[in-house]
């Protein structure tokens, strides 16, 4: 008999990025990175599962700046060439290596992983990442849902309310062509959702989404099953709130899963560690020090002493651990059983680039999870769709505004140090409607071009990734020059439209910004 | 597993409760490219003000009067001007005398009301008058919410809901002191103790 069901959740962002200016650019290695350690990786994974016939069952969130960027035929190239660059490194290494006992067997691993890599993207993938997913998705062994069109953080938008109809909009329209079918779910961006939200939603046909645990807890009236069970919001979208245990038990620094010493540490890498001038080829051309992605260093301990990795010692943790959080599930359905009346569920959302990137043998953990699944067969993986056709029947109440970040609301979004943005966004949200609603009835070609440019640059502005990089300090600078940029190039386009039109400038961000090639800026329009 | 979820849920993990987020660990370096300086409007000389939720205990607004706007209400001084918090039934909760022509304002105060909104206004001969009204904002629900007593589906599951919630609050990072939680806890508790004496009163017939 089936104990409980599991809802495994992967949300998937990056934010755009695009320099076809530039050959090397650091914003895109990050992608590349992801592409490597982690979109390939879960994919791998994912058709192993199928090869070997384990049930597997993933809802995967892949948010439209992401999706834009693994159809981009530009990046995607760019890809390839950087998985070239990869493999020569690893030859390089492999020469530099092959009388080094302690680095010999590291550095032909990377290199085989490169090559693998390689293979997959340029065959089951057919160089197009968003292939992979389409494959899974249609097969029914993930349920891939959208986000907000580029990660705005809704509840601070909703002062302007076409912003975030049009974030919700946008969104199911570029999830139909990049999947071709009607998302069910959103993961809300942040998981922040505020009163009145779920309307927007069931007006753009979506089915559920996800809140963080107090959003049920401190609903109204509290979620009878806790987190165990979904509700359904006033308007009939039902809410799937994360499970802190599973959370924990995965993430936490203190007590987490990735934190194992034999696990790949993330800091040390070769473009740190190696001579400047055998690296140089491999880092970013003005000089400055960065990841390449061989990392030859399992974590060891909390000192700067780190001893060599080894995949095969790490891989058999990946499958301790997923033994260890099966039993943990198996507990908890147990626990949970003894206190509902009806079969608990679950939710377990993280963020998808972690597996792989962040905890390297991530994706290793989740192929072995479904293994586990498959071989006890006591409690089941379930996709939201899944459930709810099990169990149609749930709740009615007004989940609570929340966000899944520090304190559980908004405080990482808006603060002291980030705050000097919303004047500035829902000014634009203003305008945007403004000049939608007075040019609805069409203008002329060039105008209609800067009309819809001015729609990018308003949502690439909205992303919930500057706010969010500025309150961490990871990269400040570079996040506020983000958000200035998009918001220059915003006042710049409002300019032309009853001046003169800059060609040059207009151009250059029709094809640097270029997310939503399909958008019309009527999309803004309040009386459609 | 009961009681190792107990201990465990009085622990807080000082990460962010997703501390899974990714961008921060991919953008480990930053990186700045200066080609061209993007000066931004510091206004945009429209009458706006603007209220926005942080949390339970903080709220954010920003404003910009325009000269217009102050002449036609004849403010010859911004010193006259006080930002006003008032309840969604017009109770005035918190006046704060900081005006400037354009400016922000951090409100570090929970408010025990459902909605709140900021207005601007101005004292003149004795006499506050309202210029302009912010949007309203809800203001974040931080408890549990019992269920009327006339719904019999929680009074049944009882102790059932205490540990529902419970085993659901675990981990929670929401700035929730472990003193709060115990509270919450102990009128969960003694909500369940309530009902299930309720129930046992009345299977026997209303005889304790």
Redesign the interface.
């Known amino acids: 008999m089936i104990k409980g069901y599991w809802v495994p959740v992967l949300h998937s962002h990056l934010p755009f990025v695009k320099h076809p200016k530039y050959d090397y650019f650091l914003e895109e290695q990050w992608l590349f990175e992801a592409i490597t350690e982690c979109y390939i990786p879960l994919l791998k994974n994912l058709k192993k599962l199928e090869e070997e016939n384990i049930p597997c069952s993933l809802t995967v969130s892949v948010t439209p700046p992401l999706s834009s960027m693994l159809d981009d035929r530009h990046l995607m190239e760019k890809y390839a060439k950087h998985l070239e660059t990869q493999i020569e490194l690893g030859k390089k290494e492999i020469q530099r290596t092959k009388y080094d006992d302690n680095f010999k067997d590291i550095s032909r691993y990377y290199y085989k992983l490169y090559v693998e890599t390689k293979e997959f993207f340029d065959g089951f993938l057919e160089k197009n990442i968003l292939n992979g997913y389409r494959y899974f998705n249609d097969k029914g062994s993930i349920e891939v849902i959208t986000c907000g069109a580029t990660h705005g953080f809704l509840p601070l938008l909703s002062v302007n309310k076409k912003a975030v109809e049009v974030q919700i909009e946008l969104a199911v329209q570029s999830h139909k062509k990049h999947f071709g079918k009607q998302p069910r779910g959103i993961w809300l961006p942040e998981c922040a959702y505020y009163d009145g939200l779920d309307e927007i939603l069931k007006e753009n046909s979506i089915e559920f989404f996800f809140v963080d645990s107090h959003s049920l807890v401190y609903s109204e009236p509290t979620s009878i099953n806790g987190v165990y069970a979904p509700v359904y919001s006033h308007k009939g979208v039902a809410a799937f709130a994360r499970d802190p245990h599973s959370a924990k038990q995965v993430w936490s620094s203190k007590e987490g899963y990735p934190g194992d010493t034999n696990y790949r540490d993330f800091y040390r890498d070769i473009g740190y560690d190696l001579e400047f001038d055998y690296i140089k080829d491999h880092i970013d051309p003005s000089g400055d020090r960065g990841f390449t992605g061989f990392k030859y260093h399992k974590i060891t301990g909390n000192s700067d002493y780190k001893e060599v990795y080894d995949p095969k010692v790490a891989y058999d943790k990946t499958v301790e651990h997923a033994k260890d959080f099966h039993k943990n599930r198996e507990l908890q359905f147990e626990f949970l059983s003894s206190h509902m009346d009806r079969t608990p569920m679950v939710v377990s959302p993280y963020d998808a680039e972690l597996f792989g990137h962040w905890w390297f043998e991530g994706p290793d953990f989740l192929y072995n999870i479904f293994k586990e699944i498959d071989k006890h067969k006591v409690f089941k993986a379930v996709t939201c769709v899944e459930y709810l056709s099990m169990y149609p029947k749930n709740q009615v109440v007004a989940p609570s505004a929340s966000s899944w970040g520090d304190q559980g609301y908004f405080d990482v979004w808006l603060n002291e140090g980030n705050s000097w943005i919303y004047k500035h966004l829902h000014q634009m949200a203003n305008s945007m409607t403004e000049l939608a609603n007075r040019y609805s009835t069409g203008v002329s070609f060039d105008k209609h071009r800067v009309l819809n440019q001015l729609a990018r640059e308003l949502l690439l502005a909205q992303s919930s990734d500057w706010a969010f990089l500025i309150t961490t300090t990871t990269a400040v600078e570079y996040s506020q020059r983000r958000t200035k940029e998009h918001i220059y190039n915003f006042n710049r386009l409002v300019e032309m439209i009853d001046g003169k039109i800059d060609y040059e400038m207009l151009h250059e961000l029709e094809y640097k910004n270029s997310i939503f090639d399909f958008l019309d800026y009527k999309i803004y329009c309040t009386h459609r | 597993?009961?009681d190792r979820?107990i201990e465990?849920s009085l622990s807080i993990?000082s990460?962010?409760?997703?501390?899974?987020?990714?961008?921060?660990?991919?953008?480990?370096?930053?990186?700045?490219?200066?080609e061209?300086d993007?000066?931004?409007?510091t206004r945009?000389f429209?009458t706006?003000l603007?209220f926005?939720?942080?949390?339970?205990e903080?709220y954010?607004f920003?404003w910009?009067f325009t000269k217009e706007f102050l002449r036609s209400y004849n403010i010859d001084s911004l010193d006259s001007i006080i930002f006003r918090v008032v309840s969604h039934d017009g109770e005035v909760l918190e006046d704060i005398n900081f005006a400037d022509e354009v400016g922000?304002y951090?409100i570090n105060k929970s408010f025990n009301c459902d909605f709140i909104q900021i207005e601007a206004v101005y004292l003149k001969d004795g006499i506050y008058t309202t210029m302009l009204r912010s949007?309203k904002v809800?203001v974040?629900?931080?408890?549990?919410?019992?269920?009327?007593s006339s719904?019999k589906?929680?009074m049944e599951?009882s102790?059932?809901?205490t540990?529902?919630?419970r085993?659901?609050?675990?981990?929670?990072?929401?700035?929730m002191s472990s003193d709060t939680y115990q509270k919450e806890i102990k009128a969960l508790q003694e909500y369940s103790h309530q009902k299930e004496e309720l129930f046992s009163s009345h299977v026997t017939g209303g005889v304790k």
């Not at chain 2, 409760?17 to 991919?26: D, G, L, P, Q, V």
């Not at chain 2, 926005?52 to 339970?56: D, F, H, Q």
């Not at chain 2, 974040?140 to 009327?148: E, L, V």
Request: charged letters at 15%.
């Open positions: 597993m009961d979820l465990e993990d990460q962010f409760s997703s501390n899974t987020h990714a961008i921060e660990k991919i953008v480990n370096d930053s990186f700045v490219n200066d061209i993007f000066t931004i409007p945009y429209e706006t603007t926005l939720p942080i949390s339970n903080r954010y920003y910009e922000e951090f949007n809800q974040f629900n931080t408890a549990i919410i019992y269920p009327k719904n589906v929680y599951k102790n059932g809901f540990q529902i919630i085993s659901s609050m675990q981990h929670f990072t929401l700035g």
